[in-house]
Nanobody
Framework: QLRFVESGGGLVQPGESLRLSCVTSAFMIKYHDIAWFRQAPGKQREGVSCISSTSGRTTYSDSVKGRFTISRDLAANTVYLQMNSLKPEDTADYYC?????????????????????WGQGTQVTVST
């Protein structure tokens, strides 16, 4: 069963940074497109960033472009999300999931209903 474990969240002040990690022992991430997404209370799920399985190509939502960086360590079977210049509007629970094969990578950020394998998430709170 596909399942990730997310970690690295916390309470930070605006402008600070966090690095989230997403690890699994259930499968090899190099064979899957992986997405980071977030959900804030009362809001819809939002795709934040995706990384493709084959080329490592990345994509970002407009709300985080230039501030967040997705990366992966294939040896550690881990995907990371480096979050810089955090804003209060980044406050949410963050998850990672597999973007299923058979869909074009260009829709990864918007196909949030298709993600599978996310874990319990990690909470990020940006506040003074």
């Amino acid at each position: 069963q596909l399942r990730f474990v997310e970690s690295g969240g916390g309470l930070v002040q605006p402008g600070e940074s966090l690095r989230l990690s997403c690890v699994t022992s259930a499968f090899m991430i190099k064979y899957h497109d992986i997405a980071w997404f977030r959900q804030a209370p009362g809001k819809q799920r939002e795709g934040v960033s995706c990384i493709s399985s084959t080329s490592g190509r990345t994509t970002y939502s407009d709300s985080v472009k230039g501030r967040f960086t997705i990366s992966r360590d294939l040896a550690a079977n881990t995907v990371y999300l480096q979050m810089n210049s955090l804003k209060p509007e980044d406050t949410a629970d963050y998850y990672c999931g597999v973007f299923p094969a058979g869909q074009v990578f260009s829709v990864c950020l918007t196909a949030t209903a298709d993600y599978v394998g996310w874990g319990q998430g990690t909470q990020v709170t940006v506040s003074t």
